[in-house]
Nanobody, 120 residues
Framework: QVQLVESGGGLVQPGGSLRLSCVASGSLFSIYVMGWYRQAPGKERELVARITLGGITNFADSVKGRFTISRDNAKNTMYLQMNNLKPEDTAVYYC??????????????WGQGTQVTVSS
């Protein structure tokens, strides 16, 4: 069974930094696009950033220049480095991945989410 587990969330002051990690585990054959999404209270879930298997990235306009996304394919891990955090970045951050497992069909998987709170 495929699992995505996020870590690294927490409380940080405006202007601070956090690094989120997402580890994929289970019977994996290949992980294609991976991405970070976030959902603030009362708002819809939105794309923050994503990265292809080959390392091509794209970002939401609201985080460009502040966030970077990377992945370590050997470790089945994706990272989100968040700098110069703002109160409006407060949300639950979710890891998402397009995965082909060893057994079964290729599909879209989600982590359980990690809370990021930016507040003084």
């Amino acid at each position: 069974q495929v699992q995505l587990v996020e870590s690294g969330g927490g409380l940080v002051q405006p202007g601070g930094s956090l690094r989120l990690s997402c580890v994929a585990s289970g019977s994996l054959f290949s992980i294609y696009v991976m991405g970070w999404y976030r959902q603030a209270p009362g708002k819809e879930r939105e794309l923050v950033a994503r990265i292809t298997l080959g390392g091509i990235t794209n970002f939401a306009d609201s985080v460009k220049g502040r966030f970077t996304i990377s992945r370590d394919n050997a470790k089945n891990t994706m990272y989100l480095q968040m700098n110069n955090l703002k109160p409006e970045d407060t949300a639950v951050y979710y890891c998402n991945a397009d995965i082909r497992p060893l057994y079964g069909s290729r599909g879209d998987y989600w982590g359980q989410g990690t809370q990021v709170t930016v507040s003084s």
